[in-house]
């Protein structure tokens, strides 16, 4: 995989510690590795993406292990159907927690190099400063700096994105492994915040232009205990916002129980 020039979509190329395309425009490198390839006429916002309070949130979060059944089971799909896969891209990686465990997970069979794309600078300087054996880089999901047809295995966890973008940048049988909420994620905390709370819809396992290979839903029960690992949960969902503090403060003392439930798909580009 190159890394293309979010301008004018011409390949970079790295002097010392500048990503330079022909057309002169530059991106420099931060000391911690990273390259940030979100130009600011295309941001949406001053600091797009996650902040660093809930970036802090969930990285604390993820590395107590509670999501470590998902992180598992997507790096065991990865090896059934991209067991040579040497071109590996995490969209919307966050702060590298499933990228890393992934590399970890496919290095251990064949030499590979994992990418990773998100669109939270705080995120993204947090994994290359921690994965340095990793490559990483600010970017839209919707706008991936990456050469077309060169992706073998793309992962992306809760992380929308265009599909023409994921047509353009798999190579020839890439493999795409996706996670999505299933139908009763987070089901007990909707029933303590809404009157009637929705199921999340089931997906059809259907993206244009890719030939869906295999569907499943990973359920489990997620209890916690520790008031913190409470908060940093609370504070990484969507619904944080909408508890009051009489009810955070119970959860903390009473502990907090819900429903897991993943939607995993996997995906190759079609011919």
């Known amino acids: 995989m190159q890394y293309i020039c979010p301008l004018c979509a011409l390949p970079l190329a790295l002097t010392e510690r500048t990503w330079g395309c ?51 089971r997507v790096n065991q799909l990865a090896l059934q159907y991209a067991s040579s896969a040497k071109q590996i891209l995490d969209i919307g990686c966050g702060e590298g927690y499933y990228s890393h465990r992934l590399y970890n997970a496919l290095v251990a069979h064949h030499s590979c190099h994992l990418q990773g794309v998100d669109i939270s600078k705080s995120a993204i300087k947090y994994a290359a400063k921690r994965y340095q054996n990793l490559s990483f880089c600010v970017a839209s999901a919707y706008e991936i700096p990456i050469s077309s047809n060169s992706v073998d295995l793309a992962i992306r966890i809760y992380a929308p994105s265009k599909v023409e973008e994921l047509q353009r940048i798999m190579a020839p049988g890439g493999i795409l492994i996706t996670v999505s909420p299933g139908p ?83 995906y190759r580009i079609s011919v």
């Open 184 to 266: 009763l994620h987070h089901f007990a905390l909707k029933q303590q915040i809404y009157d009637q709370p929705r199921l999340h819809p089931e997906s059809e396992a259907r993206i244009e232009g890719f030939e869906s290979l295999h569907q499943e839903r990973l359920r489990s029960q997620l209890v916690l205990n520790h008031s913190q690992d409470i908060s940093n949960f609370l504070e990484m969902t969507p619904y944080a916002w909408k508890f009051t503090a009489e009810q955070k403060q119970a959860f903390a003392l009473g502990g907090l129980s819900c429903e897991l439930d993943f939607q995993i798909e996997v």
């Open 22 to 72: 022909p057309q002169s425009h530059k991106f420099d490198m931060a000391k911690e590795g990273y390259v940030n390839l979100l130009p600011v006429q295309k941001k949406n916002s001053k600091d797009p993406g996650d902040n660093q309070q809930m970036m802090f949130a969930r990285r604390e979060f993820l590395n107590a292990g509670y999501y470590q059944n998902l992180s598992d």
